[in-house]
């Protein structure tokens, strides 16, 4: 009996017909898998959150510092007794959770720092914390205002208390890392002089876009998610979203708040009236 096999034609047909489903199929998988990174990601923002919250039940509604003047008692190290795990502090696309041999400071490697944005106020005519979550102490490296409850931040659900910034870029640009335990890595301080120690920059929307990290928009804020154009934020009201990183402080020379000389727009700014 006589069998009839596939002509070569008919052959080169089928290849390129699942050539082209897996063109099409591919970017999709691709896009899935990034997709599920992401939202697990924002489920460990989201259990930080509330690990935040049963700290300060414990403090009287104080926050936790970010870090203490002896670069030490990083935020993580005081949050993790609340979670149970030091998994959640790792964002599946940040690609490198090892830390420098032979460091200065201690701990794991972390994917997320605190807002201890800090700087001069204009208004009051010293330097000041204008974050959440910075140097602790009555007067850490001669900041006021340094231990904040959230019984005194007029916007809650629009001022950041968290976001994404990954050890592997600390690695990548030559700083010891997002320590868990120690170092300047574990907070965002908008302080150029501490990216020695750890890139500190926060956004700001005016800067160019082709700049290095952390000189950038997007300061030291990791982005990986969302086809590389978003970060994750974890807000003080426990709400975590997806962001342009640019988008928390578009211009921080715009809409200035008389009460401490910073931007309204900056979600970065804990004390801003509007």
Not at 66 to 78: H, K, L, V, Y
Not at 83 to 97: G, L, M, R
Not at 143 to 162: D, F, G, H, R, Y
Request: glycine fraction near 10%; charged fraction near 15%.
């Amino acid at each position: 009996m006589n069998r009839k096999g596939f002509t070569l034609i008919e052959l080169l047909v089928v290849i390129a017909i699942i050539a082209i489903l897996a063109a099409i199929l591919f970017p999709v998988f691709a896009q899935v898998r990034e997709k599920a990174r992401q939202i697990n990601c924002t489920s460990n923002l989201k259990q930080i959150g509330l690990a935040i919250i049963q700290y300060q039940q414990d403090y009287d509604g104080y926050f936790p510092g970010g870090i203490d003047t002896n670069w030490q008692n990083a935020w993580p190290s005081n949050v993790q007794p609340y979670v149970k795990s030091i998994a959640v502090f790792s964002c599946p696309d940040d690609t490198n959770q090892s830390l420098i041999a032979g460091k200065q400071f201690d701990g794991v490697g972390v994917s997320y720092a605190s807002n201890g944005y800090s700087g001069w106020n204009s208004v009051l005519g010293e330097n000041n914390e204008f974050g959440v979550m910075g140097f602790s102490g009555p007067n850490g490296l001669w900041l006021s205002n340094c231990l904040k409850s959230e019984a005194v931040i007029p916007q809650p659900s629009a001022t950041i208390m968290i976001a994404e910034k990954h050890n592997a870029d600390l690695i990548k640009y030559g700083s010891e890392g997002t320590e868990s335990f120690a170092g300047g890595g574990s907070i965002f301080t908008g302080m150029s002089w501490m990216d020695e120690y750890g890139p500190n920059e926060i956004p700001n929307g005016t800067l160019s876009t082709t700049a290095a990290y952390p000189l950038g928009p997007n300061g030291a804020v990791s982005v990986t998610h969302g086809g590389n154009q978003l970060a994750n934020f974890l807000f003080i009201d426990g709400h975590v979203k997806a962001m342009h990183p640019s988008q928390t402080n578009p211009n921080p020379y715009a809409n200035i708040d008389s009460n401490d000389g910073q931007s309204n727009d900056n979600m970065w700014d804990a004390i801003r009236q509007q």
